[in-house]
């Protein structure tokens, strides 16, 4: 059975940090891509973050909203992808899903991070 | 970035009967190596979102046949025949052709 659990949300004051971990099992890991989709209280989704397998360097890509901020890795001999949020935002306010593979075929139930003073 | 504009917003249908979502992008979503890739997902009520569709006509896995994808280079169908309870949910289409990956709005199914 495919899990992909995520955990670390929170509430955090605006202009802190906070970092997401997604556990997940049941799938081979080590080549899949992997992705951070977040959904707004508005229900918006949006992609922020993706990161490739070995065989593709671990190429790491984000929307533009999050550059410079928002930093995605993985760790295969764990199986797990990690989301490193500095300098958050109130908008940066969702709920956070990972997600793998190129289709985004499998999704972890999210962790909702508030972003508020 | 690509916009992913989908109509309506919200759909009631009588359980039976079909429905239909429609799904455009700014920018076709036509690959040079004939794959068009739009994709569907649907959130049911307190869950994650799941793949429904891939590559504009293809079931995910699991998916049943009551489900459908059509369109064009732009625009996209979503077909939902006989309608069951198990559908209702926030029903979102997504562009996974270009970076930024981009999802249209949603459209919510209602059963009347």
């Known amino acids: 059975e495919v899990q992909l659990v995520e955990t670390g949300g929170g509430l955090v004051q605006p202009g802190k940090s906070l970092k997401l971990t997604c556990a997940t099992s049941?799938?081979?890991?080590?080549?899949?891509?992997m992705h951070w989709v977040r959904q707004s209280p508005e229900k918006r989704l949006e992609w922020i973050a993706r990161?490739?397998?070995?065989?593709?360097?671990?190429?790491?890509d984000y929307v533009e909203s999050v550059k410079g901020r928002f930093t995605i890795s993985r760790d295969d001999s764990k199986s797990g992808v990690y989301l490193q949020m500095n300098s958050l935002k109130e908008e940066d306010t969702a709920t956070y899903y990972c997600?793998?593979?190129?289709?985004?075929?499998?999704w972890g139930q999210g962790t909702l991070v508030t972003v508020s003073s | 970035d690509i916009v992913m504009t989908q109509a309506p917003l919200s759909v009631s249908v009588t359980p039976g009967e079909s429905a239909s979502i429609s799904c455009r992008s700014s920018?076709?979503?036509?690959?040079?190596?004939?794959?068009?890739?739009v994709y569907w997902y649907l959130q049911k009520p307190g869950k994650s979102p799941q793949l429904l569709i891939y590559?504009?006509?293809n079931l995910a896995s699991g998916v049943p046949d009551r489900f459908s994808g059509s369109g064009s280079e732009t625009d996209f169908t979503l077909k939902i025949s006989r309608v069951e309870a198990e559908d209702v949910g926030i029903y979102y289409c997504?562009?996974?052709?270009?970076?930024?990956?981009?999802f249209g709005a949603g459209t919510k199914l209602e059963l009347k």
């Open positions: 997600t793998a593979g190129a289709r985004f075929t499998y």
């Open positions: 049941g799938f081979t890991f080590s080549t899949a891509w």
């Open positions: 990161i490739k397998d070995r065989s593709n360097n671990f190429a790491t």
């Open positions: 920018k076709s979503l036509l690959h040079s190596n004939g794959v068009t890739h």
């Open positions: 590559r504009m006509s």
């Open positions: 997504g562009q996974l052709l270009e970076n930024p990956n981009t």
